[in-house]
């Protein structure tokens, strides 16, 4: 059977798609649920439409997006905080912060595109990863200095 998809599906498709899927599991779950849409000779000619719509907009956005990743990739933050004489910041510096530096700067991202595993609480250089799609990874360079 052959389905339109309406919402990306791990393992199945993404939106736009045109895939093809037992007649169980197309039936049972994805059109009821709706993920999909069957296709049918009527209305295969418009889903190939909407498909290269969906290609071209897709197209669009990874060119776009792949450009940020190259302009983080470029960028490196130096955060200057007050430290104690063994380099311990006083606080810590967290997703928060590192997000809206980089909004300064022109980069906007979101808190779960930013994968900083702990809060960064004392001076030096520190990676970290950035995702901007499931396929699109890069990493921010980050400098921690006293004020």
Do not use: C, W
Request: aromatic content about 6%; charged content about 30%.
């Amino acid at each position: 059977m052959k389905v339109f998809m309406k919402k990306n599906l791990v393992n199945v498709g993404l939106t736009g798609e045109m895939v093809s899927v037992d007649d169980g599991y197309g039936r049972n779950y994805l059109i009821p649920k709706g993920f999909a849409v069957e296709v049918t000779a009527q209305n295969e000619h418009s889903f190939k439409l909407r498909a290269k719509i969906v290609d071209k907009r897709n197209e669009i956005i990874e060119s776009n997006t792949s450009i940020l990743a190259q302009k983080i990739k470029e960028t490196k933050l130096i955060i200057k905080k007050k430290m104690h004489d063994d380099g311990k910041l006083y606080g810590s510096i967290n997703q928060n912060e590192i997000i809206h530096l980089l909004k300064d700067k022109g980069i906007l991202l979101s808190k779960n595109q930013l994968q900083l595993d702990k809060t960064i609480k004392s001076k030096g250089f520190y990676i970290v990863p950035v995702s901007l799609t499931s396929r699109l990874k890069t990493e921010l360079a980050i400098e921690v200095v006293s004020e």
